[in-house]
């Protein structure tokens, strides 16, 4: 019997310690999330050396030429893409700043419109064929070109660049919000 109390006060032990482990990671992630205002507050050196209409632009997450780097990573944070390159003979550096967005249905990203569950095909309507087999009846209802496997319902995401910047000597050279491949 002791055996079994042994065990058992081992097993909460362990689901206990990580249960703690568990919810000291998820509260890391969600205290260490990247904001404008966390930024600013972690960096407050930086933001006070910025002009004062500099400083109102980082507060609304505006950038406009001849901007520090300091003052766009302050305004837009970090980008998830850098490239090096050459404008004019001079060496610079973009900036790709990427969200991930879900392809519509009937896009170029996710053509399968009209195929499995639902109004256009699926189950929701389809075909009715009737066989016999060794003197059986089968019948199918359906879209015959419906997988369940290679059409999902959850539409994929996909990553668009949705803002760059370029720079040259430490300052904005252009920057552009681009626009969605689809609507």
Request: proline share 7%.
């Amino acid at each position: 019997m002791t055996d079994q109390v042994a065990a058992v006060s081992f097993f909460m032990k362990t689901i206990s310690k990580t249960l703690l482990l568990g919810l000291a990671a998820v509260g890391l992630c969600l205290t260490s999330c990247e904001t404008l205002e966390n930024r600013i507050s972690e960096h407050q050196d930086i933001y006070n050396s910025l002009s004062p209409s500099d400083q109102a632009l980082v507060r609304e997450g505006k950038i406009r030429s001849g901007m520090s780097m300091n003052a766009v990573w302050l305004a837009w944070g970090s980008p998830e893409q850098k490239t090096s390159g050459e404008m004019r003979g001079r060496p610079t550096e973009t900036w790709i700043y990427i969200e991930n967005r879900y392809a519509p249905y009937g896009s170029a990203y996710y053509p399968y419109y009209g195929y499995g569950p639902g109004f256009y095909g699926g189950f929701g309507g389809g075909v009715g064929v009737i066989r016999t087999h060794h003197h059986g009846r089968f019948v199918f209802f359906g879209d015959p070109f419906y997988d369940p496997f290679y059409y999902s319902y959850i539409p994929p995401t996909i990553s668009v660049p949705y803002k760059t910047v370029t720079f040259s000597n430490g300052r904005v050279m252009s920057f552009q919000y681009l626009v969605p491949p689809y609507r």
